[in-house]
């Protein structure tokens, strides 16, 4: 297990929910990366949700022909935009969501060294705090119309409550990889105020694709009585207690 | 000798194919061996790729091509 490492202002498979930056929160997700990939430790963990705003997305879409003008849009608009190492297309990041990342080092060739086994990694024990919160129809799937749609998204009745994403690297001087697989969740906030950062995004790219509120859901929807600061504890206890990581 | 970059096998299960999301060397670039040079996405995942040998880098997949495993994106002449 990962010793208490600190990272800015950040401390690395600390069990509390820390509070941030977006840009401190997108580097110490990196720093934990680097920690299982140096061979520091088999798995480490993160649970952050940002004091300020932005929109994050992988760094291709700075090659997109629009983005200048949709950054300066973005920007003026409240939503710096910020960049991301993991995969997909762009989320925003507000004190409205809670993020939780876990780097795990896996062995090339074992059942756990696939993408599928990464998401069920994060996602199932998720589906099993809500569960144990009293919310009896979370599951993995897709939310056609959400943005940043994937096939493991946290849903609750079918709507997306967490976004998910990786990023592989092997392990330094072996054939291991390590996986940083991460999960966005909607807290606070309707899904229309979210929603529509992204669209903004979208009509400023000139994209036509835009997304629906009615594909997403905040957790505050399904428990409003929930002390999202008291609770995250119980889930990175789950995630952490979890078998499959091959050891170092 | 000419050393081909392909993306591995070994990366993730299943048929699916990637999108070759960055180069993180220039084409005609010195590259180390172990150096990351490539992103490849496939379902929200980002795979880092390696330079299996030292040498210069003759870029043959650009970026957001389609690529399924075992294609060679690129080559390293030693």
Known sequence: MASL??????????????????EEGLVAEEALLDMVCQGEASLGWLAWSPRDRGLVMPRRHERLAGFPDARARLGQAGWPIRFRSTGGTPVPQSPAVVNLALAVRCRVGGSAAHLEWGYHRLGDPWCDWLGALGVTDADLGA??????????????????LVGTAQRWRRVRGCRDMALLVHGAMQVDDTPEALVAVVNAFQAAIDDPQRFQAASHIALRDVLP????ETAIPDLLERLVAEEGVAPV | MNTPITVPEDLWEGDGEGVITAWLVDDGSEVAQGDLVAEVMVEKAQYEIEAPVSGVLTIA??????????????????
């Open chain 1, 143 to 160: 939310a056609p119309g959400a943005y940043c749609d994937g096939r493991f998204n946290v849903r609750v009745s079918g709507r997306k």
């Open chain 2, 61 to 78: 997949k650009q970026e957001d091509e389609v690529v399924a495993k075992g294609t060679p994106i690129a080559s390293l002449e030693a």
């Open chain 1, 5 to 22: 490492f600190d990272v800015s202002s950040m401390t690395l498979s600390s069990m509390s929910l820390q509070h941030p930056t977006v």
């Open chain 1, 225 to 228: 009585e929930l002390d999202v």
